[in-house]
């Protein structure tokens, strides 16, 4: 079915020096963080059966109709719903939330530059940067709900101090969620903001490479990284309008504690 | 329609640890309350004086139990609205981030109303606060913050008040300034109030009965005299 080619080899062979030479970053690190030392072969043995898995699939996917990338998009929806969920221990029944944050959010900024033909429509690119905008999306989100966490337990007098003075749960959580709303996107921002000065993203680097014009490579960066932005700050806002209640009970008591 | 004199009630009031099952921060207190009265709550750490002042504020749910405010069950009031009626100072101030006023301010503004600037310059001054409208909060010292804080309960025109040893936290120079504001106030307005404390001193100053909590239970209940030991 697949050939080991030349290429193939080689990018084998890149694979491990790669990954060799993050075990021996962390083998240097190892009094810093020993449990990383731990997770790291895992989590590269993990990462190149599940990428290479996707490369046979997308190879396959190439020759098929158009509507394939619905599903293979829908997976990687519940796939990062899931991830984000682990982050979310502390709220009541996440997983709906962030699957509707992230299919509303992501969802439709996806859906909006399809049907502009922003992304072209097909599988070659809707999968590739539809799983950016996903994975990033799902980055945020994470950070969102981390932050958010952090910021409701450190604050807890403030928070209950509000609800004292008869303020609604979404009024005593209001400067919380402000605040992780904006720490979560600092990195999408930065990324644009430091576009082309301190780094070159892949995509480009890849469409130069397989012999785009290096303008278009350039504005198309920038297409995906703003999108990037749209999708992930737009699911940051729906989970923190539905955040609240998975936060306090019926009778607006604080439930999440230290 | 129960008819009853006292403002506020509870009755067999319990509430078990949420993450230890069977344990009881609190165990079927009972007490009655009539208006302008002061009641002292003592006891050690851990006794559930907090959890008492809590499940009167509604900011946690009793087990069991139940308390009536004018002869009404509190759950059948909303949140809110018992909130803003039975006020709670803390112990520590958690003032808002911004000014003085914007947090005087705070409560009423839940309901849509305003305070003029009169209105919170007379507040000020009745604690030793003239001119401290403007100050960010962030600069103010612990017997200021906590001054502000006692204001902004207040300033929701509460029927009952719930102190946390709102001193607890201070320096003594802080905590007299604070002893010396509270007072005037709860007697100017004739509050009925319930005051956790650790001072047996303070007690007996401040309460017509003192509430004694040990282990969660009640330990004693009368007056002053009764309860605590010369």
Redesign the interface.
């Known amino acids: 079915m697949f050939k080991l080619t030349h290429e193939l080899q080689h990018g084998l062979i890149d694979c491990a020096i790669a990954g060799v030479t993050a075990l021996v970053v962390l083998l240097l690190a190892r009094r810093r963080a020993p449990e990383l030392l731990r997770e790291l072969p895992i989590a590269e043995l993990r990462g190149i059966i599940q990428i290479v898995a996707v490369g046979a699939i997308l190879a396959f996917l190439l020759h098929g109709p158009h509507w394939v990338a619905i599903p293979v998009l829908a997976g990687m929806v519940l796939a990062a719903a899931n991830i984000v969920r682990n982050r979310a221990k502390q709220i009541q029944q996440p997983f709906p939330m962030i699957l509707y944050a992230i299919l509303g959010g992501a969802g439709s900024v996806l859906l909006l530059m399809a049907v502009t033909r922003v992304i072209p429509l097909t599988i070659a690119i809707i999968i590739p940067v539809g799983s950016m905008v996903i994975a990033n999306t799902m980055n945020t989100l994470s950070l969102f709900l981390d932050r958010l966490r952090g910021e409701v337990v450190s604050h807890t007098?403030?928070i209950?101090?509000?609800?004292?003075?008869?303020?609604?749960a979404d009024?005593a959580l209001l400067?919380g969620l402000n605040a992780a709303y904006r720490a979560c996107l600092i990195p999408s921002i930065d990324n644009i903001r430091s576009l082309g000065i301190v780094w070159i993203p892949g995509i480009m680097a890849g469409m130069v490479l397989s012999g785009a014009s290096p303008l278009f490579a350039a504005l198309y960066q920038f297409v995906v990284l703003t999108t990037i932005f749209s999708a992930s700050a737009f699911t940051c806002l729906i989970a923190s309008f539905m955040v609240t209640r998975r936060l306090f009970?019926q009778?607006?008591?604080?439930l999440l504690r230290s | 329609m129960q008819l009853s004199l006292s403002l506020l009630e509870c009755a067999g009031l319990s509430r078990e640890a949420p993450s230890r099952p069977g344990f009881y921060l609190l165990q079927d207190v009972s007490f009655q309350l009539k208006r302008a009265e002061v009641i002292a709550v003592v006891g050690p750490s851990g006794a559930g004086k907090s959890t008492l002042l809590r499940l009167l504020?509604?900011?946690?749910?009793p087990t069991s139990g139940i308390i009536r405010l004018e002869g009404q069950d509190t759950r059948q009031i909303a949140?809110?609205?018992l909130?803003?009626r039975i006020?709670?100072i803390?112990q520590?101030a958690?003032l808002?981030?911004g000014n003085v006023a914007d947090n005087l301010a705070?409560?009423p503004a839940?309901?849509g109303q305003t305070l003029s600037a009169d209105q919170i310059r007379s507040m000020l001054t009745s604690v030793g606060l003239e001119g401290y409208e403007s100050r960010d909060t962030l600069t103010l010292s612990g017997g200021e913050a906590q001054r502000v804080?006692i204001l902004?309960?207040l300033a929701?025109d509460p029927e009952v008040l719930l102190l946390d040893e709102p001193t607890s936290a201070l320096d003594a120079a802080a905590r007299e300034s604070v002893e010396n504001a509270i007072r005037p106030l709860i007697d100017a307005r004739h509050l009925t109030c319930v005051w956790v404390t650790h001072s047996e001193d303070q007690a007996r100053a401040v309460a017509d009965h003192v509430l004694s909590l040990e282990a969660g239970r009640v330990r004693a209940w009368g007056s002053p005299a009764e309860v605590l030991r010369v």
């Open positions: 007098g403030e209950e101090s509000a609800l004292a003075l008869g303020a609604s009024t400067p009970s009778n607006e008591q604080l | 504020n509604r900011l946690d749910e949140p809110r609205n909130r803003r006020g709670m803390m520590r958690y808002f981030p705070f409560g839940q309901r804080a902004r309960a929701n």
